[in-house]
T-cell receptor, first 112, second 119 residues
């Protein structure tokens, strides 16, 4: 069955460092992969989309990579700030399905 | 505020009762999604609509769950004969029509959720 895994353990890093979160999937061939941020008690908020034919995408301090051979996406936040503390979710969409399957999420805490 | 709105935000009910949640999507969005989220987990797909048509329903959903989207506008999610295992946050999301995937991210706009507690 399809499975999407993210670091189950919370990730604590020092302010100013680069945070790297992983999203691994099995038995799935997504055409699109999205990353969302979720704060406690709130709905997720879209951050970035990367397509299957794209290796890397950047937006301000965010960088996403997508390796369809490894079946993995990496999400980087450079120069991290305490305000970046949140849960980050990856979501996969199969081509033409418009159905988004979410990973378990990784909680990030940036220490001042 | 013209974002996705959900009602009620919180619902406490006794086991065996029926509950209904409402979602009002962003007006020009044709797709509407329902997800369920429990503590420490990611959103779990329940169902989605394109306009008024329900295109897919999760096999995880029992027959006690039903969703509608009459006239392709707001949607309701009803849970009949609630069980304690139904306690969760129910999230609604909507998205724009996707005419060109080269330019449209297909991002989901989520509401704040409806938290259900079944006693």
């Amino acid at each position: 069955s399809q499975k999407i895994e993210q670091n189950s353990e919370a990730l604590n890093i020092q302010e100013g460092k680069t945070a790297t979160l992983t999203c691994n999937y099995t038995n799935y061939s997504p055409a699109y992969l999205q990353w969302y941020r979720q704060d406690p008690g709130r709905g997720p908020v879209f951050l970035l989309l990367i397509r299957e034919n794209e290796k890397e995408k950047r937006k301000e301090r965010l960088k996403v990579t997508f390796d369809t051979t490894l079946k993995q996406s990496l999400f980087h936040i450079t120069a991290s700030q305490p305000a970046d503390s949140a849960t980050y979710l990856c979501a996969l969409e199969g081509a033409g399905t418009y159905k988004y399957i979410f990973g378990t999420g990784t909680r990030l805490k940036v220490l001042a | 505020d013209t974002g996705v709105s959900q009602d009620p935000r919180h619902k406490i009910t006794k086991r065996g009762q029926n509950v209904t949640f409402r979602c009002d999507p962003i007006s020009e969005h044709n797709r509407l999604y329902w997800y369920r989220q429990t503590l420490g987990q990611g959103p779990e797909f329940l169902t989605y609509f394109q306009n008024e048509a329900q295109l897919e329903k999760s096999r995880l959903l029992s027959d006690r769950f039903s969703a509608e989207r009459p006239k392709g506008s707001f949607s309701t999610l009803e849970i009949q004969r609630t069980e304690q295992g139904d306690s969760a946050m129910y999230l609604c999301a909507s998205s724009l029509p996707i005419r060109d995937r080269r330019t449209n991210t297909g991002e989901l706009f989520f509401g704040e959720g409806s938290r259900l507690t079944v006693l």
